[in-house]
Structures are given as C-alpha cells and as structure tokens.
C-alpha cells in the first residue's frame, strides 16, 4: 500500500520576513500551493475586521495585537493537525519572529523563516507599482513605508530559525 505524498509531509510553519512591498504576499501564495498547506494573512483578516480602523502605525500595532493574540492557540491546532501554515504576517520584528516562534513550538512542528532581503529602494518601486495597480488591501505612502520600515528588524543567527534568504522579490 503506498502513502499518499501529502502525509509524508512534515507540518511546518512558514514565516516570512520582508520590508513593505518586497514580495512577502507574492511569495505567501506561491509556498500555499503545497498540499496540506493553508495561507493565513494578515492583511486580508485586518482588512474585514478592523476595515476602516487602521488610521496609524499605532492602530496597526494595537489591532494586530488583538488579532495575534486570538489566531495563535488555533494555528497551533492546525500545525498539530497536519497541516502546514503559511503565515502571511510580517516577522519583521523580534518580538514578531517571538510570537511566531511559540506556535510552531506549541505545535511542536517544524518551522522556516523566508527572509526577503530587498533594499529599500527595490520595495519602494514595488510598493508604487502596487498602489498604482490598486491590487492590495492598503495603499501605503512614501512617509508610512519609511515609518514603518523604521521598525524593521532583520532575523539573526542568534534567533536561530530555519532562515531561507532571498536576494530577489518574489
């Protein structure tokens, strides 16, 4: 009797790490397409329960906030289920990457960490190509994306993730 290819699968959490606009989404979708995988955005949950509430960089974090903390036990129980996740939220940051790291711990499952490494000049071009196109939940200006890209924090050794690094967008 033969297994079917998707069982043999090992559930694993894919993070991804990457300034506004660098290709995170594009890269979420196409790692999603792997059986037993599911895609969790954020940008999408934001969007339908906060729509019109994210005014701020400070809203943003309030109400991500809220989400993380009411996602994170059920991700855990579909990494333990079978099923991969691809965690379409930003782990740009520390305290990010540490929020990710207690799912796939809790779930005792594996984990990568795809890190985008673009500099600011490539996601900037990207990011006006993408508000022209009118094909993301956010338009994201100039002053927000050197606001936000403020914060960003790129992964260390020291972290120890399974990384995955990217020179190119997605």
């Known amino acids: 009797m033969s297994v079917p290819a998707s069982s043999l699968q090992v559930p694993t959490l894919h993070m991804i790490c990457g300034k506004i606009a660098a ?3 594009t890269l979420a979708a196409r790692l999603a397409q792997a059986p037993a995988t599911v895609l969790v ?3 999408y949950w934001m969007s339908r329960l906060y ?3 994210v005014k701020t960089v400070a809203d943003y974090g309030r ?3 809220r989400l993380r903390k009411a996602i994170g036990g ?4 579909l990494l333990r289920a079978g099923l991969s996740i691809v965690l379409d939220f930003p782990a740009n940051t520390v305290a990010n990457r540490h929020w990710m790291r207690t799912i796939f711990e809790e779930a005792a499952s594996a984990h990568r960490l795809h890190f985008l490494d673009l500099p600011d ?8 190509r993408r508000n022209a196109a009118g094909t993301h939940e956010y338009v994201v200006s100039d ?3 050197d606001a936000i890209t403020r914060y960003f924090q790129p992964p260390t050794a020291d ?9 190119e967008a997605a």
């Open 121 to 128: 000049e490539a996601c900037r071009a990207r990011l006006h």
């Open 159 to 167: 972290e120890r993730f399974e990384t995955i690094v990217y020179r």
């Open 63 to 65: 109400l991500s906030a």
């Open 143 to 145: 002053a927000e994306f």
């Open 41 to 43: 955005s954020e940008d």
């Open 23 to 25: 290709g995170k989404s």
């Open 51 to 53: 729509e019109g509430e």
């Open 74 to 77: 059920h991700l855990a129980t």
